[in-house]
């Protein structure tokens, strides 16, 4: 199995709903987010890769017009933690790049989550 991974960075706020008022994360506060796609395929093609790397532009595309310098609880329709938000990438980005099978989301350099597609 070969795999390959490429990294994403954006800056947002967000609010996490469902906290104790004490709790840091109940209010507003902001993270410079990495976001990590990882692929896998059992062959490579002609030129020897998974994937193009430039293929994944589209990534970039995105999170640099939805998400990059906003306030995710305006823009997502969902409580937007990490753990919520690497299955929403997932699912956003596995359409057009089928050889996607996680995605991790990093707040900081000490915390990941990661949606992982099970079955891939």
Not at 42 to 70: A, C, M, P
Not at 78 to 99: C, G, H, Q, S, W
């Amino acid at each position: 199995m070969y795999k390959i991974s490429k990294q994403f960075s954006f800056s947002a706020s967000h609010i996490l709903e469902g906290l104790p008022q004490e709790h840091p994360c109940s209010r507003l506060h902001g993270h410079n987010y990495v976001i990590t796609v990882h692929l896998r395929a059992e062959q490579l093609n002609s030129v020897g890769f998974i994937k193009d790397y430039r293929e994944l532009d589209s990534v970039k595309r995105y999170i640099d017009s939805t998400l990059d310098h906003r306030h995710l609880n305006d823009v997502l329709s969902f409580n937007p933690t990490a753990e919520n938000m690497a299955r929403y990438l997932y699912d956003v980005f596995v359409k057009d790049i089928p050889e996607l099978y996680a995605v991790e989301v990093s707040e900081t350099p000490k915390t990941t989550a990661i949606y992982e597609a099970d079955g891939k």
